[in-house]
């Protein structure tokens, strides 16, 4: 599936969990996914809990959080710097 029709099953409705982005219109917020996933969830084991999920709408989740990030740059501070000198 292409980038973009991944991403297109990420919507944001701010009646549902105040604007967090969500899967398809869905009461199933992409935090919620994701959280599910470091929890050890397999994305096939969400997808059979959830009898409406399809598996592309987890890869959507990851693609997303993958996009919010990947331009992201952290600058260490000062004190981290020096304290890594140790």
């Not at 009898?51 to 592309?56: A, K, M, N, R, T």
């Not at 693609?63 to 020096?82: C, D, F, G, R």
């Amino acid at each position: 599936m292409r980038e973009k029709d991944l991403l297109d099953r990420i919507t944001v409705n701010p009646a549902i969990y105040g604007g967090k982005p969500i899967v398809r219109g869905r009461r199933m917020a992409v935090e919620h996914v994701l959280g599910m996933m470091i929890g050890g969830a397999t994305p096939q084991e969400i997808v059979d809990h959830y009898e409406w999920l399809e598996l592309d709408d987890v890869y959507a989740c990851l693609l997303y959080a993958q996009k919010l990030v990947e331009n992201e740059y952290v600058e260490p501070s000062v004190e981290a710097a020096t304290s890594d000198r140790r």
